[in-house]
């Protein structure tokens, strides 16, 4: 039986989206996969028309903060790959993002964790957050494989690509598939508390975030 027909407001949720849960998963690049793309998109497509309006209250103000997150993210990322930035402005940039993306995962798994204890939702949204769980560690394993590339190389630039790519997509998966579930089932007071609970613990690990050394004997 799949997790689309265990409740009436499961299958609503279904009927809306058109989008079957049991069939979204994670590939082996750390992509969020659906055998619904078209639906996923044209989804995305619709949040984006109306994020001028979801900007505004507390219904907005999480997917705000973690778009804010992403966004900086990808820009420091981009930034690797200037050809006339020195090897320190690099690896200064390599570091502001790893404590960043660090921050953002423990922030958001620490919110989610708190949501799911306090609301209990569908197994859909369980279903939804082991997807940005998974989409997470994705990230920390191409960072990985990125600060053990040399400075500048063309390894460098194409690992700093590939992770940009991977939160480019978690960003689009979010906006279009978890935000819209949360909003759809989660009590307004439970929803409304997220952006505060996920600023408060990102700001709690920025401050816990130690801080990476790579050997020049370490790099590829």
């Known amino acids: 039986m799949g997790l689309l027909t265990k409740g009436p407001r499961t299958t609503a949720l279904a009927v809306r989206r058109n989008h079957r849960a049991d069939r979204v998963f994670v590939d082996e690049n750390g992509y969020s996969r659906c055998e619904f793309p078209a639906t ?3 989804a995305h497509n619709r949040f984006s028309r109306h994020r001028c309006r979801l900007l505004f209250g507390p219904v907005a103000d999480v997917l705000a903060l973690l778009h804010r997150d992403h966004d900086e993210l990808e820009r420091a990322l981009t930034e690797l790959g200037i050809a006339d930035r020195s090897e320190r402005e690099l690896r200064d940039t390599l570091d502001a993002i790893r404590v960043g993306l660090a921050a ?3 922030g958001e798994g620490l919110m989610m964790r708190a949501m799911l204890s306090n ?7 369980y279903l939804l957050c082991s997807q940005v769980i998974a989409a997470h ?5 191409a960072l990985a494989a990125l600060e053990q590339a040399r ?3 063309r390894a460098w630039r194409e690992r700093a690509a ?5 939160i480019d997509h978690h960003d689009e998966h979010e906006s279009a598939c978890v935000l819209p579930a ?3 089932y989660l009590p307004s007071d439970v929803y409304n508390t997220l952006a505060g609970s996920y600023a408060s613990a990102r700001l709690r690990a920025l401050g816990t975030v130690p801080m990476k050394i790579v050997s020049d ?4």
């Open 217 to 220: 004997d370490e790099l590829a």
């Open 104 to 106: 953002h995962a423990e």
């Open 182 to 184: 949360l909003r759809d």
């Open 137 to 141: 560690l994705a990230q920390e394993g």
């Open 151 to 153: 400075p500048g190389s």
């Open 162 to 166: 590939h992770l940009k790519n991977l």
């Open 40 to 42: 996923c998109l044209a």
């Open 119 to 125: 609301a209990h939702p569908p197994a859909l949204v």
